[in-house]
């Protein structure tokens, strides 16, 4: 958000809305941020972006080759190899 802009936002579940505004911004000096506290929060962040741009990478790959998914197939496997339908041929 940009200093002096207001947002709204639903509350999930039908629960009414928020309204944000946001004043200032602070902005710590890089030099004084603990390095443990930094690695403390890119930790648990890293994979998840990792995650997220490696999907990104395989959604836009699927639609430039013009990958199709047989999703009756894929549930036919699932089912056997989960032992809740017979092995077919």
């Known amino acids: 958000m940009a200093p002096g802009s207001v947002k709204t936002l639903e509350i999930p579940g039908n629960r009414g809305w928020m309204v944000i505004a946001l004043g200032q911004v602070d902005r710590p000096d890089p030099k004084k941020i603990e390095p443990e506290r930094v690695a403390a ?5 890293g994979p998840a972006f990792g995650n ?3 999907a990104q990478m395989m959604q836009d ?3 430039r080759v013009g990958v199709e998914v047989n999703q009756k197939l894929i ?3 699932r089912q056997e190899l989960t032992g809740s339908a ?4």
Do not use: S
């Open 86 to 89: 017979p092995v077919g041929e």
């Open 75 to 77: 549930d036919q496997l």
């Open 41 to 45: 929060i890119a930790g648990p962040l």
């Open 52 to 54: 997220e741009l490696v």
């Open 61 to 63: 790959a699927r639609k």
